[in-house]
């Protein structure tokens, strides 16, 4: 029966229920399994291969490179176990694909915000590693997301975001019969004063598994609210689908590139052509 240990090191994965072979070496993670519908249309063909539980798995191509996309739930506890258990069946490259708040003015909805290091509020990166390790993307990762925003024309930011555990408390809302956490008042501009971009629930978890494991991470998302102006709008969820999968793209010729020149990192001197 597929995933009925919980060993790591098992044949077929605990809660995602997958093996070696089934994912390419990058790997996009949407939180919505819904989100597999609107990213795959953007790939050359695709194969479902696992749903279980929150994790729903395809595979396919993006002008003929491998891509795969893996559903992790909300919040990080779920992220950090995908990104394990996608580790151990040979992906080794992960961009989170999602929305969030943003928290400057000048940013609106429908708007990318590219990660280039995140808030660590959450509480996953916690149980892996001291509070003041940074959760640092992937330089590869964030040029091929701004090369790919700047090929489609999308307009993005680029910066800090702070990923929280909590979607309301823990972002400054007003929790259930206007309950407020310690601190919610001042929270959202001591970040704005910081420069911080965005608030979403995964990029920290994801980026700092992605140091201590050696493996390529990052992130991208839309913007779907201002904290700042207070504008709402659900727009953008296929914008950063079409930028990630670009990206992929891109990071396979970048690895194509250094294996030419015999080099281990990507530089802005290299030619993506």
């Known amino acids: 029966m597929p995933g009925n240990s919980e060993d790591p090191n098992d ?28 990213i795959t249309p953007f790939w050359d063909d695709h194969e479902e291969k696992a749903y279980h539980r929150e994790y729903r798995t395809a595979t396919g191509e993006y002008e003929g490179t ?19 258990e996608l580790a151990r069946v040979g992906a080794d490259t992960f961009i989170r694909v999602g929305s ?21 509020q959450e509480g996953t990166s916690d149980e892996y590693v001291r509070e ?5 993307a ?20 680029v910066g800090l975001t702070m990923s929280s555990d909590s979607f ?14 310690p601190g919610a008042e001042t929270m959202l501009d001591e970040l704005r004063d910081a420069n911080v971009k965005n608030i979403e ?13 050696g493996l390529r991470a990052g992130a991208v998302c839309s913007v779907f609210a201002n904290r700042e102006t207070g504008e709402f709008l659900t727009e953008g969820e296929t914008t950063a ?22 080099v281990d990192q990507w530089h802005a001197g290299m030619s993506l052509e």
Request: charged content about 25%; proline content about 4%.
């Open 201 to 213: 629930m995964e990029a920290a978890a994801i980026c700092t598994l992605g140091n201590i494991y």
């Open 168 to 181: 309301y408390a823990g972002q400054g809302r007003d929790g259930f019969e206007g309950f407020r956490a």
């Open 66 to 84: 491998p891509i795969s996309v893996t559903s992790t739930g909300i919040g990080s506890p779920s992220a950090a176990i995908a990104v394990e």
């Open 100 to 120: 969030c708040g943003a928290l400057q003015a000048d940013m609106e909805p429908g708007d990318l915000v590219i990660t280039r290091g995140a808030v660590r």
């Open 132 to 136: 003041d390790y940074p959760a640092v």
């Open 138 to 157: 992937d330089h590869e990762v964030v040029a091929a997301l701004v090369a790919a925003a700047e090929r489609l024309g999308h307009d993005y930011h």
């Open 11 to 38: 044949e077929v994965q605990y809660h995602l229920e997958l093996s070696e072979g089934d994912v390419a070496n990058a790997v996009l993670l949407p939180g919505n399994p819904e989100r597999l519908d609107k």
């Open 241 to 262: 689908a079409e930028t990630a999968s670009l990206a992929v793209h891109l990071l396979a010729k970048m690895d194509q590139k250094k294996a030419e020149e015999g």
